[in-house]
């Protein structure tokens, strides 16, 4: 359940352009705990880019980010790295090491953020790990041996090994069949409520924002043009999101 008036993410004023290219221009939008925030827009349109932004990967051209309540952009590297321990960042491709095992992959954070576990606790959060996404078998295969939907629940294993309170996902159904697809977006929506994370998830994947979305947010024009509801947005007369929408398949 989302609890009000608690904010863990606050964007204000959020600006980022590229030379003579305006991607974001004064964005101001928050999410609350336990909140799952869907991020539409066309490609261009700046939706990795607020990801990024928020993360620390891109600093923003003029705004402030708070995350729990710090500004991330005016934080040390060291205070930033901090807080980036609590958030987990789902990348497009997984994002895997080729040359590591799936064990060596998810020990990798925990031995980077966590020095204080030994090689037995390491391995067990692996192996726990493992469990939530059903993978525990494949802990000694390389990411060549498995499948794109397995390379996924792998990636959202390493994702969130190290106990995140804030996720971001970037297209997380990207590349997959409609049932893969539908199996990694209930598997999100159900990991988060069992470890209590709060999310923002960049997609194009209708089917994927109905199962996991509390709220959704479009991107247009360097802007937030709209917000709301998923099924009021789908459902929108608006021009512009009748097309958007009108060559995708959902059951609303």
């Given at each position: 359940?989302?609890?009000?008036?608690?904010?863990?993410?606050?964007?204000?004023?959020?600006?980022?352009?590229?030379?003579?290219?305006?991607?974001?221009?004064?964005?101001?939008?928050?999410?609350?705990?336990?909140?799952?925030?869907?991020v539409?827009?066309?490609?261009?349109s700046?939706?990795s880019?607020?990801?990024?932004?928020?993360?620390?990967?891109?600093?923003?051209?003029?705004g402030?980010?708070?995350?729990?309540?710090?500004?991330?952009?005016?934080l040390?590297?060291?205070?930033?790295?901090?807080?980036?321990?609590?958030?987990?960042?789902?990348?497009?491709?997984a994002?895997?090491?080729?040359?590591?095992?799936?064990?060596?992959?998810?020990?990798?954070?925990?031995?980077?953020?966590?020095?204080?576990?030994?090689?037995?606790?390491?391995?067990?959060?692996?192996?726990?790990?493992?469990?939530?996404?059903?993978l525990?078998?494949?802990?000694?295969?390389?990411?060549?041996?498995?499948?794109?939907?397995?390379?996924?629940?792998?990636?959202?294993?390493r994702?969130?090994?190290?106990?995140?309170?804030?996720?971001?996902?970037?297209?997380?159904?990207?590349?997959?069949?409609?049932?893969?697809?539908?199996?990694?977006?209930?598997?999100?929506?159900?990991l988060?409520k069992?470890?209590?994370?709060?999310?923002?998830?960049?997609?194009h994947?209708?089917?994927?924002?109905e199962?996991?979305?509390?709220?959704?947010?479009?991107?247009?024009?360097?802007?937030?043009?709209?917000?709301?509801?998923?099924?009021?947005?789908?459902?929108?007369?608006?021009?512009?999101?009748?097309?958007?929408?009108?060559?995708e398949?959902?059951?609303?």
């Amino acid at each position: 359940m989302v609890m009000a008036d608690t904010r863990i993410v606050e964007i204000k004023n959020l600006t980022k352009r590229f030379e003579d290219n305006l991607v974001l221009e004064n964005i101001n939008e928050s999410v609350r705990r336990g909140e799952n925030l869907v991020v539409f827009g066309r490609s261009g349109s700046g939706k990795s880019v607020l990801l990024k932004c928020i993360i620390g990967l891109m600093v923003p051209d003029n705004g402030e980010i708070f995350i729990n309540g710090q500004n991330v952009l005016k934080l040390p590297l060291k205070e930033l790295n901090n807080v980036r321990k609590n958030i987990g960042f789902l990348f497009q491709g997984a994002a895997l090491y080729d040359s590591m095992t799936i064990r060596e992959n998810l020990s990798f954070p925990l031995k980077r953020h966590f020095t204080h576990l030994t090689p037995a606790q390491t391995e067990e959060k692996v192996r726990a790990t493992l469990d939530l996404v059903s993978l525990e078998e494949a802990i000694n295969k390389m990411p060549s041996e498995l499948s794109g939907g397995m390379k996924k629940r792998i990636g959202l294993a390493r994702s969130i090994i190290t106990d995140p309170e804030l996720m971001l996902y970037d297209e997380p159904t990207t590349g997959l069949d409609p049932i893969t697809s539908k199996e990694i977006s209930e598997l999100i929506l159900n990991l988060q409520k069992k470890l209590n994370m709060t999310s923002i998830a960049v997609t194009h994947d209708l089917m994927c924002a109905e199962i996991i979305a509390d709220r959704a947010i479009f991107l247009k024009d360097a802007k937030v043009a709209y917000e709301g509801d998923i099924k009021e947005l789908i459902k929108s007369t608006d021009p512009f999101l009748r097309n958007f929408f009108s060559n995708e398949i959902i059951k609303v």
